[in-house]
């Protein structure tokens, strides 16, 4: 683990009524290394239940991945965990 103390982070990404599903599916896309099927899976539980969690692990990588996802207009949250 790296980062202050050794404390995790989660990026989640939440559903946006206004952008589309292949929109948010090509960002995803071009931002991360997940699958085809990965991306589907997260697109499907976001837009299903609200939200998914894209990513757990240091700060530094998930403000960086929120950050990127924002610039495309995504919403997407970082929580600390416990």
């Given at each position: 683990m790296s980062g202050a103390a050794g404390k995790?982070?989660?990026?989640?990404?939440?559903?946006?009524?206004?952008?589309?599903?292949?929109?948010?599916?090509?960002?995803?896309?071009?931002?991360?290394?997940?699958t085809r099927k990965e991306?589907?899976?997260f697109v499907n539980e976001a837009h299903n239940f609200g939200s998914c969690e894209l990513y757990t692990g240091d700060k530094e990588q998930a403000w960086?991945?929120?950050?990127r996802l924002h610039g495309y207009g995504i919403i997407a949250t970082l929580q600390e965990l416990p």
């Open positions: 995790q982070w989660r990026v989640v990404m939440h559903n946006c009524p206004v952008l589309v599903y292949g929109y948010v599916f090509s960002v995803l896309l071009e931002l991360t290394e997940f991306i589907t899976g960086l991945l929120a950050e």
